[in-house]
């Protein structure tokens, strides 16, 4: 079964550097989707970047990166010149290419972003 | 911008007591979902759904859950007999295409956190 683990359940990076958020998975599946969702409070999650298995160049999304390890089953997301407005739980996610729709997450990792 | 809206944000109830949560997802969407976390917890999916029917859901979306869409906007979860561990945040979202199909996007709401007492 697939797994999504998220090692930092809170962090805190100050206004305008950059910080980045840890995610590991679990699969034997070779062809897959990853994203990262950001829900700030009391909103909605929205996509923030996502990330195809069979590409090798990682995403971006004008501050917002990824280091996709395929080997090593890891996939971070570095957000460069932080924003007060960065401030939010992220998710990390998983998802098959086909067969199913279902997405797994982590367990999240909650960022606060400091003036 | 459209968005998945949901209803109500916050709902308490006594153990063993009917809830429905509901959900307008976005209106040209084809495909509906509802995950749930439990505090602290992973995001967890429960079920999806599409032309009116499910299709796919996970092994905690039990006997005592079932989802409807009785009037083409609204989508609906409804949990017949309600226990203390079902206490969590439920999150509806949907997708123009399955499984937000190459793009991958779902669209969430905002939750509804059900307290059981």
Redo the contacts between chains.
């Keep these: 079964a697939q797994t999504?683990t998220q090692s930092q359940p809170e962090m805190s990076v100050q206004e305008a550097e950059t910080v980045t958020l840890s995610c590991t998975y679990d699969t034997s599946e070779n062809n897959y989707?990853l994203?990262w969702?950001k829900?700030p409070p009391?909103?909605?999650?929205?996509?923030v970047i996502?990330q195809?298995a069979y590409k090798q160049q990682n995403a971006t999304e004008n501050r917002f990166s990824v280091n996709f390890q395929k080997a090593a089953k890891s996939f971070s997301l570095k957000i460069s010149d932080s924003q007060l407005g960065d401030t939010a739980m992220y998710?990390c996610?998983f998802?098959e290419r086909s067969g199913?729709?279902?997405?797994?997450?982590?367990?999240?990792t909650r960022l606060k972003v400091l003036a | 911008e459209p968005?998945?809206t949901q209803t109500p944000s916050h709902q308490v109830t006594q153990m063993g007591q009917e809830v429905i949560l509901r959900c307008v997802p976005i209106s040209n969407h084809l495909?509906f979902?509802w995950?749930r976390q439990i505090l602290?917890?992973?995001?967890?999916?429960l079920v999806?759904f599409y032309n009116n029917e499910i299709?796919?859901k996970?092994e905690i979306f039990d006997d005592q859950f079932s989802v409807e869409r009785p009037d083409g906007s609204n989508f609906t979860l409804k949990i017949r007999s309600t226990k203390l561990e079902d206490s969590a945040m439920y999150?509806c979202a949907s997708s123009l295409l399955?499984?937000?199909s190459?793009?991958?996007?779902?669209?969430?709401?905002?939750g509804s956190r059900l307290t059981v007492l």
């Design positions: 999504v989707y994203f969702y829900q009391s909103r909605q999650m929205i996509l996502r195809e998710f996610a998802r199913t729709y279902k997405y797994i997450f982590g367990t999240g | 968005e998945v495909y979902y995950y602290g917890q992973k995001v967890e999916f999806s299709s796919e996970s999150f399955r499984g937000g190459n793009t991958g996007e779902l669209f969430f709401g905002e």
